[in-house]
């Protein structure tokens, strides 16, 4: 079959969380004897020549992602754009044009969006022929976009601002799913969201898997205290869970343990992420690394605690394959089968949270039997050959669809 994928980043074996996704489909399909191209938009940072899945892709086109807008151009796309805020970094006419120059080229029989930023470039395209097309939604973007509830930051104006946004966002994310020919979701709960918005979609589950060899348990874990957690944090998601986490539970943890460290890994760390970090002994911000599998060992605790988002996290897989027990929120744990004091410690209140990271770190047993349960757990569900199987069926019914 011939496949074009298209990503908001150039996707390469170092990336984190939903590029990784993209990268492992890719390679595990053109292993399988698919041939695959590429087109994505290409960051200064995300640039990656070396990786030699490149040169096994039938076609590989980069177009650089559009600049920031000036305040003058934001204020006239608040007023005339039809495509919504969350969008605009993603928006891009050259995009348009390589997408449909490449599926003329080469005749595909199916191109795969990552993430929704991406389905725009499927939905009034004019420049696309006709072609199947499939959404894969790593998390429903309006929704997503909704500060729960029980935040205190909440107030009447984010309130208000936020309904606004939310339902135009709505409205153009799900006209975006319903001119694709399947959407695809890494989790049973978010294809649930979009079936209860729209009813008449096409929908697949068709989960993230983690690369077992590479995430694996080390053979000796570090000897010092020290928890991680890792995010990409240009998402809003990411930053909120690192101030909120730092501000609230860390003191705690930091009262009982003085000699605790807080290893933080991604890219784009904030101004405000650097000074929170500043003021508060013991976090590093260490930005992108080229491999996170060094952490993974060095740590004692992974920790997730996101309060707003959705979706199927990565970070939260791959911390269970290499063996490493996590202490998570409800929401960053969705998608995932966790059983709370068993194959994870999930906790929404930063004292509860504070008191199971202090449990872990104070037995050594109970570390190493909840990292085992949980890496059995994820070579179980989260199996890239079985996962891989399940898009292979998805993409082979919307090619025969009549």
Same mark, same amino acid.
Request: glycine share 4%; with cysteine.
């Given at each position: 079959?011939?496949?074009?994928?298209?990503?908001?980043?150039?996707?390469?074996?170092?990336?984190?969380?939903?590029?990784?996704?993209?990268?492992?489909?890719?390679?595990?399909?053109?292993?399988?004897?698919?041939?695959?191209?590429?087109?994505?938009?290409?960051?200064?940072?995300?640039?990656?020549?070396?990786?030699?899945?490149?040169?096994?892709?039938?076609?590989?086109?980069?177009?650089?992602?559009?600049?920031?807008?000036?305040?003058?151009?934001?204020?006239?796309?608040?007023?005339?754009?039809?495509?919504?805020?969350?969008?605009?970094?993603?928006?891009?006419?050259?995009?348009?044009?390589?997408?449909?120059?490449?599926?003329?080229?080469?005749?595909?029989?199916?191109?795969?969006?990552?993430?929704?930023?991406?389905?725009?470039?499927?939905?009034?395209?004019?420049?696309?022929?006709?072609?199947?097309?499939?959404?894969?939604?790593?998390?429903?973007?309006?929704?997503?976009?909704?500060?729960?509830?029980?935040?205190?930051?909440?107030?009447?104006?984010?309130?208000?601002?936020?309904?606004?946004?939310?339902?135009?966002?709505?409205?153009?994310?799900?006209?975006?799913?319903?001119?694709?020919?399947?959407?695809?979701?890494?989790?049973?709960?978010?294809?649930?969201?979009?079936?209860?918005?729209?009813?008449?979609?096409?929908?697949?589950?068709?989960?993230?898997?983690?690369?077992?060899?590479?995430?694996?348990?080390?053979?000796?874990?570090?000897?010092?205290?020290?928890?991680?957690?890792?995010?990409?944090?240009?998402?809003?998601?990411?930053?909120?869970?690192?101030?909120?986490?730092?501000?609230?539970?860390?003191?705690?943890?930091?009262?009982?343990?003085?000699?605790?460290?807080?290893?933080?890994?991604?890219?784009?760390?904030?101004?405000?992420?650097?000074? @929170? /970090? +500043?003021? $508060?002994?013991? #976090?590093?911000? !260490?930005?992108?690394? &080229?491999?996170? *599998?060094?952490? @993974? /060992? +060095?740590? $004692?605790?992974? #920790?997730?605690? !996101?309060?707003?988002? &959705?979706?199927? *996290?990565?970070?939260?897989?791959?911390?269970?394959?290499?063996?490493?027990?996590?202490?998570?929120? &409800?929401?960053?744990?969705?998608?995932?089968?966790?059983?709370?004091?068993?194959?994870?410690?999930?906790?929404?209140?930063?004292?509860?949270?504070?008191?199971?990271?202090?449990?872990?770190?104070?037995?050594?047993?109970?570390?190493?039997?909840?990292?085992?349960?949980?890496?059995?757990?994820?070579?179980?569900?989260?199996?890239?050959?079985?996962?891989?199987?399940?898009?292979?069926?998805?993409?082979?019914?919307?090619?025969?669809?009549?």
């Amino acid at each position: 079959m011939k496949i074009l994928f298209l990503s908001s980043q150039v996707p390469h074996a170092r990336s984190i969380g939903g590029h990784q996704i993209v990268y492992q489909r890719i390679r595990r399909l053109i292993r399988k004897g698919h041939q695959v191209g590429l087109a994505a938009l290409e960051r200064g940072d995300t640039q990656q020549t070396d990786d030699p899945l490149y040169n096994q892709l039938v076609q590989c086109r980069r177009v650089p992602a559009p600049p920031r807008g000036t305040s003058l151009r934001r204020l006239k796309d608040y007023a005339l754009s039809r495509v919504p805020p969350p969008f605009w970094p993603y928006r891009s006419r050259a995009m348009s044009r390589v997408v449909g120059d490449m599926v003329e080229e080469h005749r595909y029989d199916v191109v795969l969006a990552e993430f929704c930023s991406m389905g725009q470039y499927l939905y009034h395209n004019p420049w696309l022929p006709a072609v199947r097309k499939i959404i894969s939604t790593h998390e429903c973007t309006s929704m997503s976009a909704r500060t729960p509830m029980y935040l205190p930051e909440r107030t009447l104006f984010k309130s208000a601002k936020e309904h606004l946004i939310t339902r135009d966002l709505a409205r153009f994310e799900f006209n975006l799913y319903r001119c694709a020919d399947r959407v695809l979701t890494l989790s049973q709960e978010d294809r649930f969201t979009l079936l209860a918005h729209a009813p008449e979609l096409r929908v697949s589950v068709v989960p993230a898997g983690v690369d077992l060899e590479y995430f694996s348990p080390p053979i000796t874990r570090g000897s010092e205290e020290s928890i991680l957690f890792t995010g990409q944090y240009q998402d809003e998601p990411n930053r909120d869970a690192f101030e909120w986490f730092v501000a609230r539970a860390w003191p705690r943890l930091k009262q009982q343990r003085p000699q605790l460290r807080f290893f933080v890994l991604g890219p784009n760390p904030t101004p405000a992420m650097f000074a @929170l /970090a +500043r003021n $508060n002994p013991g #976090v590093e911000l !260490l930005g992108e690394i &080229s491999d996170i *599998r060094p952490y @993974l /060992a +060095r740590a $004692n605790v992974f #920790v997730a605690p !996101l309060r707003m988002g &959705s979706g199927l *996290r990565v970070k939260i897989l791959e911390a269970m394959a290499a063996g490493i027990p996590v202490v998570t929120t &409800s929401t960053a744990a969705e998608g995932i089968p966790v059983q709370s004091g068993v194959n994870a410690m999930m906790a929404d209140d930063p004292a509860i949270m504070a008191e199971s990271i202090d449990l872990l770190l104070s037995d050594p047993v109970l570390c190493r039997r909840m990292g085992e349960r949980a890496r059995a757990m994820v070579v179980e569900r989260f199996n890239w050959d079985r996962n891989i199987a399940l898009l292979e069926d998805a993409l082979e019914e919307v090619r025969n669809k009549k």
